[in-house]
């Protein structure tokens, strides 16, 4: 496919480059999962920009820190849409590159108790190539990868290195990018599928300590359960906040983006935590990724709320 780098000039360090996937959503407010042959009618139709690094790289701005996108979007209106929501949020688009394969489309069927399905279609539109990455014009201070663009990984994770730069891995699932990453990076959060998948089996205590033989900070998200943690010689589990689920899309990225930027803000351990926690519940309260993204002052309302609980347990 034919590639186009965008050009925008930048003035003020990042806080977070987010590499990885862009997809554009298509959510379906639906009153069931529809049966075989079965034909239903949505309640709510929501469209907008989506994808793991792309949804973090927006989280990282409504806390009000500098983000940066890196990665692919077609020459579609898809595209198109995309891009204008992320200008629009303030990234740093300069890493974006165009081409002629289709933005990658996701339609999203999110039922009342606010769990969904979701269909993806990539078409023809493979993973960029290492010559694609652009390395930051300012300091970056953290890089979160989605794994989903596995060959902008080495050449991005080499300039982390050489730039002291923090590097976190959305692990959502398990897949060649994920897992090339895994062991790579400084902080491998991951989810409870993932680390089902990884261990083959359903145990995440057990993950967690088979994960942080080799990984120096490890954390394992359990949703409506909490996360639990292992970093050096320490251990131990957050409860999650209590919210009214309407839709869970994207709260794993949320949770990401706002880790990644409490990484960059220097933010303690347990401050931390409890930050992307209730970022990534609030996320849940709205239908649609992109739109439940929270502001800075509204996670801040959230901790308010309820003092110094939940709190982080060793």
């Known amino acids: 496919m034919g590639l186009h780098r965008l050009r925008q000039m930048t003035t003020r360090p990042l806080d977070v480059l987010c590499i990885g996937h862009a997809s554009f959503d298509l959510v379906f407010s639906v009153p069931h999962h529809p049966a075989a042959d079965e034909k239903i009618v949505a309640d709510a139709l929501l469209a907008c920009g989506g ?17 940066g996108f890196a990665g ?7 595209g198109e849409r995309h891009l204008e929501e992320l200008r629009a949020a303030g990234i740093d688009t300069r890493a974006v590159v165009r081409g002629s394969s289709p933005t990658p489309l996701s339609v999203v069927l999110v039922k009342p108790d606010g769990r969904r399905a979701l269909v993806n279609h990539k078409g023809d539109t493979r993973p960029l190539p290492p010559q694609a990455f652009v390395p930051p014009a300012t300091p970056a201070r953290c ?8 060959d902008l990984s080495e050449p991005a994770l080499a300039w982390a290195r050489t730039h002291d730069a923090a ?8 897949h060649g990018g994920s897992e ?15 680390a089902a998948q990884w261990l083959g089996k359903n145990d995440p205590e057990r993950a967690l300590a088979a994960l942080a033989e080799r990984s120096p900070c490890v954390v394992i998200t359990l949703g409506e359960h909490g996360l639990i943690w292992r970093r050096g010689a320490e251990s131990g589990r957050l409860p999650a906040f209590p919210v009214e689920a309407v839709d869970t899309t994207g709260a794993g990225d949320v949770f990401h983006g706002a880790y990644a930027a409490g ?3 220097g933010m303690d351990w347990p401050e931390m935590l409890r930050y992307a926690s209730a970022a990534g519940a609030l996320c849940c309260t709205r239908l649609g990724a992109r739109p439940g993204i929270p502001s800075g002052a509204d ?13 982080v347990m060793g």
Request: no cysteine; net charge positive; aromatic share 10%.
């Open 263 to 265: 990484l960059a803000a």
């Open 72 to 78: 692919y979007l077609g020459m579609d209106l898809y």
């Open 51 to 67: 994808g793991p690094a792309a949804n973090a790289a927006v989280t990282v701005a409504r806390l009000g820190r500098k983000a």
């Open 167 to 174: 590097t976190v891995l959305d692990a959502g699932s398990l």
């Open 299 to 311: 996670v801040e309302r959230l901790l308010a709320g309820y003092g110094s609980k939940p709190q």
């Open 180 to 194: 090339w990453l895994m062991f790579r990076v400084g902080h491998l959060v991951a989810s409870e599928k993932f």
């Open 143 to 150: 890089i979160l990868f989605d794994g989903h663009e596995p």
